[in-house]
């Protein structure tokens, strides 16, 4: 019946009426000639459509018009025209999702950034066309890098305006807070005066300075890789995740980078990414992926990453949002 409305709007041929489908379900759908063709012929036949031959761009094309039955029933069927209401509103729901996916790809930061003495880089893959992940760097007194990776719980719209929520207050509290600690205390008290139910944050927040040390500060997220010549560690101080309690303690912690070292950042979406036979990424992988890379840069690393995340999963479809962060260290002389 798509194709008998697609037709109602004036004469056409086949490719006329082609796109005219594509303009009904905003291309929710999409029909190929092989389909259409046929489907056409047949409403010929049945008498809901009649063609005349005309010759267009030195071709014979048919030109197809609408006959007395076939608005008829078109008038007459009031299913199919729900039906078509319903994909316009499909249509108008996956345009405003595109929009929503375009702001919140603005609200983040470049994916690269580097300094005079690190390099970093993030990338986020939404499971649907917008999540709750999110990340974010600031600059901030005494030439640090602030930085930052955080997941609401749950997907969609409602975790997206909550990540851009998180985002602007991090932005706000960090540069005026005396350390992470205070920052990420500041950040839940603000988050839980506004009474948002059934919603909960974890928040990685860390400090890097020119000297290579790093103050940081954990609520509930997973603890990130420290990897060194002297191997690995994870980095966990820090307190529960964000929402919930209001006077929650936060503490924060001082580590030491050296030149060439490096941070993993990630959310569950990395870690807890599954196979066909539901077998989790795990961290175990995670560690035993940075180890394969030859080329030192924090874009390599991120890439190889998602690469190899990719290439566990293979045809499995993504079950949650995934994210992650490289921050690596060089001395300011590098």
């Known amino acids: 019946m798509l194709v008998l409305q697609a037709v109602a709007a004036g004469p056409a041929h086949g490719f006329g009426v082609m796109h005219r489908l594509r303009q009904l379900s905003g291309e929710v759908f999409h029909v190929p000639p092989t389909t259409l063709y046929p489907t056409l012929h047949r409403l010929e036949s049945a008498g809901l459509l009649a063609a005349t031959r005309k010759t267009s761009g030195g071709r014979l094309a048919k030109l197809y018009r609408l006959t007395a039955a076939g608005r008829n029933r078109l008038g007459d069927d009031t299913g199919w025209q729900l039906l078509s209401d319903a994909v316009g509103q499909i249509a108008k729901l996956r345009h405003d999702m595109e929009t929503a996916a375009a702001i919140q790809r603005a609200l983040l930061p470049t994916t690269h950034r580097a300094g005079p003495f690190f390099d970093a880089g993030a990338t986020a893959m939404p499971c649907w066309s917008i999540g709750g992940d999110f990340f974010d760097y600031m600059d901030l007194p005494g030439d640090a890098l602030g930085f930052a990776l955080g997941d609401v719980a749950g997907k969609g719209p409602p975790a997206a305006l909550l990540a851009a929520l998180m985002q602007g207050s991090l932005a706000a509290h960090a540069p005026a807070s005396d350390g992470p600690g205070a920052t990420v205390a500041?950040?839940?008290?603000?988050?839980?005066?506004?009474?948002?139910?059934?919603?909960?944050?974890?928040?990685?927040?860390?400090?890097?300075?020119?000297?290579?040390?790093?103050?940081?500060?954990?609520?509930?997220?997973?603890?990130?890789?420290?990897?060194?010549?002297?191997?690995?560690?994870?980095?966990?101080?820090?307190?529960?995740?964000?929402?919930?309690?209001?006077?929650?303690?936060?503490?924060?912690?001082?580590?030491?980078?050296?030149?060439?070292?490096?941070?993993?950042?990630?959310?569950?979406?990395?870690?807890?990414a599954m196979n066909d036979a539901e077998e989790e990424f795990g961290d175990d992988r995670l560690v035993g992926c940075l180890a394969e890379v030859a080329e030192a840069k924090a874009d390599s690393r991120l890439r190889h990453i998602f690469a190899s995340v990719k290439q566990f999963t293979a045809s499995a479809p993504q079950h949650d949002d995934m994210t992650a962060m490289i921050v690596q260290y060089h001395s300011p002389a590098a």
């Open 186 to 272: 500041a950040v839940n008290a603000a988050l839980v005066r506004r009474g948002i139910q059934g919603r909960f944050v974890t928040l990685f927040y860390g400090v890097l300075f020119p000297d290579g040390r790093v103050i940081y500060c954990n609520a509930g997220h997973n603890p990130p890789i420290l990897a060194s010549d002297s191997g690995v560690r994870r980095l966990e101080t820090g307190g529960t995740v964000l929402g919930i309690f209001e006077d929650a303690p936060y503490a924060e912690e001082c580590v030491t980078l050296g030149p060439g070292d490096y941070l993993v950042l990630f959310s569950d979406g990395i870690s807890e």
